[in-house]
């Protein structure tokens, strides 16, 4: 559709996912619950 469109080039759908997926090990230590990590929190008194 963008190619037509925009006349943008066609983006390679494989080498897009391999590259986001290259990223995972970086991202997960940052990913969290975060609603139960704010209950957690507000339980215990917190702000």
């Known amino acids: 559709m963008l190619t037509k469109y925009l006349g943008a080039e066609a983006v ?4 897009t996912l391999d590259e ?6 970086r991202l ?3 990913v969290a619950d975060v ?7 507000n ?5």
């Open 28 to 30: 997960a230590p940052m």
């Open 12 to 15: 390679d759908f494989q080498q």
């Open 43 to 47: 339980a215990a008194g917190g702000t």
């Open 35 to 41: 609603s139960a990590e704010l209950y957690a929190v």
């Open 20 to 25: 986001a997926l290259a990223f995972a090990p």
